[in-house]
């Protein structure tokens, strides 16, 4: 069985997405939409694919479109996506699922009720350090987790203007200062995709930002936030706790690894640094850094990514790590540019299995919920100066 695909979205990110779905084996046409038409053409010349929509309500309203893949703006994610579903469309988001808790909450009971099948595109899920301590903790290796931490930190400066001029125009600057907590999936998704509990209570302190150049700034953005750098402590079922940070503000290599977990256990511990990752127990440390690192291929300066802002392009230019089972990728994916530290081909390949064999995907509406409303909480938190909320949950995916 195959399935044909529209693309909603053809800016920076899309383009690296839109080639893995044209060769999948299970993607029979692939077409795009872009609120700026001329830039749905040039994906669809550059990539060979099938064609355009004038808009995203004539995709959804044709028949040759079984499924939407949506790239765009972080905050428009929640009504495209229930666009898509209520037009009977299977639907992949990238991250994040959405920006308040109504929106998730429509999209669980849309997704429960329709049977269609939702996944959110969250890359740190297939995160190396993630798919180790996932398997470790699988096997018992940690003993029992209490504690862990994830960090995504990535500077404004050198990694978002470019994108958000590219996506924004003239509006890039007040849509740059998109709240760190409303994007919490890949410092959340990384823990919970290895610990496989659930957080339940949040406390957040945010750092406002003093820079000064009219981007976090709640007279010049349109989110009236000005935190730049966020910590959140959460409380997971079960017992035990763990902590994120989402830094936009800081000098740090963001370029070698924007991502970064730590796992305690009562048997054994993992922590992972911008180079450097270890596994420790009493016995002692190993050195596993080769074992999560991606090798790079195409280079960085590889023709195909020329459309990409230099700054962004390690993201989409990392090969898988050792810790990796391609096993299961189609071979069409071997000479394809990956992305997010291996995370794309993955990404792609679970969206058309789970649509092709009518399976739940690993980052269901459920999984997607559990990483994505901590933040959406977490937020609030730190607008109320550190309040302890409550984390709504509307458990697992049904069997």
């Known amino acids: 069985m195959t399935f044909s695909l529209g693309i909603v979205g053809a800016g920076q990110f899309s383009g690296q997405f839109a080639a893995l779905f044209h060769a999948h084996p299970g993607v029979r046409d692939v077409y795009v939409t872009d609120a700026l038409p001329e830039r749905a053409e040039r994906l669809v010349a550059a990539k060979g694919l099938a064609g355009t929509f004038p808009s995203y309500s004539a995709m959804l309203e044709s028949p040759l479109v079984d499924a939407v893949a949506v790239f765009t703006r972080r905050w428009t994610h929640g009504p495209l996506v229930m666009q898509g579903l209520n037009a009977g469309k299977h639907v992949y988001s990238a991250a994040p699922m959405a920006v308040t808790a109504e929106e998730v909450a429509a999209i669980v009971a849309t ?3 329709t049977g269609l099948t939702y996944m959110m595109g969250e890359t740190s899920h297939y995160h190396p350090a993630t798919v180790h301590a996932r398997a470790r903790n699988a096997e018992g290796a940690f003993g029992r987790l209490f504690y862990a931490e994830g960090d995504h930190v990535q500077d404004m400066d050198p990694d978002f203007r470019d994108a ?24 959340v998704g990384g823990v919970l995709g290895a610990w496989r509990t659930h957080a339940v209570s949040v406390s957040a302190i945010g750092v406002r930002d003093d820079r000064d150049d009219g981007v976090l700034d709640r007279s010049a953005g349109m989110f009236d936030d000005d935190m730049s750098n966020v910590t959140a402590l959460f409380e997971v079922a079960g017992g035990g706790s763990f902590r994120t940070n989402e830094f936009r503000r800081v000098g740090y290599p963001a370029h070698l690894r924007a991502s970064r977990f730590r796992f305690f256990g009562t048997e054994a511990s993992m922590e992972q640094l911008a ?38 392009r390690a993201a989409f230019t990392s090969g898988s790590a050792p810790v990796h089972d391609r096993s299961r990728l189609p071979r069409e994916f071997d000479r394809l540019a990956n992305g997010h530290e291996g995370s794309h081909h993955f990404l792609v390949d679970d969206f058309v299995t789970a649509v092709t ?43």
Do not use: M
């Open 357 to 399: 064999r009518r399976a739940l995907p690993p980052v269901n509406a459920w999984v997607a919920a559990r990483y994505t409303l901590p933040g959406i909480v977490a937020h609030e938190s730190a607008r109320q100066g550190g309040a302890r909320l409550d984390i709504p949950d509307f458990g697992d995916a049904p069997a």
């Open 275 to 312: 180079t450097v990752a270890l596994w420790q127990d009493r016995g002692g440390v190993e050195d596993i850094t080769e074992l999560l690192e991606p090798k790079r291929s195409p280079a960085p300066d590889d023709p195909s990514l020329a459309a990409l802002a230099p700054e962004p």
């Open 164 to 187: 958000h001029r590219c996506s924004g125009g003239e509006d890039g600057r007040a849509t740059a200062g998109h709240p760190p907590l409303l994007y919490p999936t890949h410092s």
């Open 111 to 113: 997704v429960r009720a």
